[in-house]
């Protein structure tokens, strides 16, 4: 497909795929995006999944209709952008790879390619002249390998973001934007608040007008939308107001009591209140969620003397993110002695700016009078 006169899709949609990196649950497929730039000297912007690569050679050869390219610019040396490297220096010997010395080294580690006289070093703010169009280089380092770097075109004014804008899902499925970038940019750039900052500002010195992720849609209309959820995402700042439940349960008690609570919540007016049952729920999707909402209660039975397993994963996530700028609620339960709540926290110690209910729910084994009294008051008090 066309993105500008000059500018042609030639990515591909993976319907076979069924986790993205190993982890991430893609029902939705994925799409591994490259584009064919066309000037006097062609140039292509990355390669997609190995699996695909005899059908991205066929569409470039269809976008050049008898051209050949003369630069193979990769920007990001993860398999799923690099890994027709080898194959698209095969088909075309008199092409030169365009990367950063880091992604260099790490296709030296990758493959074993002789590149030689092929291989042209990128400066940070270097450019490269296609003839009408004019690139330049921004690096991105850790955002989110610290090879990657970002393209501008400054002709058509389309910036070639790597992996940021990206969102799960191929291309030839309609859904929104929203979610499953979210989904996307916490599970996989968001402990790189920092270095997303540094590059947002970079890219606030440029007339962007248009911008090409390596995955998901081109983005064309209202990216003042688009780099404002990235800024609120970066800075680690709630997307909305709102309380999210998380609780891992053994036997159903410590969920009933997740349940009240959300009850409870919503008689009082709370009109965004999110249950995740992390033994069964996505865990990608709660991730997101505990980003986007600004207060997140955690509910576990105690379990060898800590917190449940799939809770102390949970957590783990989290922190691992860079979690902060929220309002924390701790529920515990146990028979015994209960250490939950404590063993909650202490997982949390590390966290920036998290500010904690003044209200501890401790439920003995099965919810009662007292333990609904207990929860009464934490949803007061979150209310």
Request: proline share 4%; net charge negative; charged share 25%.
């Amino acid at each position: 497909m066309k993105v500008t006169e000059d500018i042609v899709y030639v990515g591909v949609n993976d319907h076979e795929v069924d986790l993205f990196e190993g982890q991430y649950l893609v029902p939705g497929g994925m799409a591994y995006n490259s584009y064919v730039i066309r000037d006097e000297h062609t140039a292509v912007m990355d390669t997609v999944d190995a699996r695909f690569g005899q059908q991205w050679l066929d569409n470039i050869e269809k976008a050049l209709q008898g051209q050949k390219p003369e630069y193979l610019v990769i920007q990001h040396m993860e398999p799923d952008h690099s890994a027709n490297i080898p194959l698209f220096l095969e088909k075309y010997p008199d092409a030169k790879v365009v990367a950063t010395a880091q992604a260099f080294k790490m296709m030296g580690q990758f493959f074993s390619l002789e590149l030689q006289d092929r291989q042209v070093n990128a400066a940070n703010g270097g450019e490269l002249s296609l003839g009408k169009h004019t690139l330049q280089f921004i690096f991105a380092p850790m955002v989110h390998w610290p090879e990657v770097m970002m393209t501008y075109d400054k002709t058509d004014k389309v910036l070639f973001s790597a992996d940021g804008f990206g969102k799960f899902g191929a291309l030839d499925v309609d859904e929104p934007w929203l979610c499953e970038a979210r989904r996307y940019y916490f599970g996989i750039v968001g402990k790189f608040g920092a270095q997303v900052q540094a590059v947002l500002k970079k890219a606030a010195a440029l007339e962007i007008e248009m911008i090409c992720p390596l995955h998901g849609p081109v983005l064309k209309e209202n990216l003042e939308y688009y780099l404002g959820r990235y800024n609120t995402w970066s800075s680690y700042e709630p997307e909305s107001r709102g309380i999210v439940i998380a609780y891992a349960s053994i036997y159903g008690n410590t969920a009933k009591a997740a349940e009240y609570l959300a009850e409870e919540l919503q008689k009082k007016g709370v009109e965004e209140v999110v249950l995740h049952d992390l033994a069964r729920d996505d865990m990608a999707e709660a991730v997101e969620d505990a980003f986007r909402y600004s207060n997140l209660v955690l509910a576990s039975s105690t379990y060898n003397g800590g917190v449940f397993p799939c809770m102390r994963q949970f957590i783990q996530e989290l922190t691992e993110r860079n979690y902060q700028k929220r309002k924390v609620a701790l529920m515990e339960n146990g028979s015994w002695a209960p250490v939950a709540a404590k063993t909650m926290a202490k997982m949390l110690e590390g966290c920036k700016e998290l500010s904690f209910a003044e209200n501890t729910v401790t439920i003995l084994s099965a919810v009662k009078p007292e333990t609904r009294t207990q929860i009464e008051k934490l949803a007061e008090e979150l209310a």
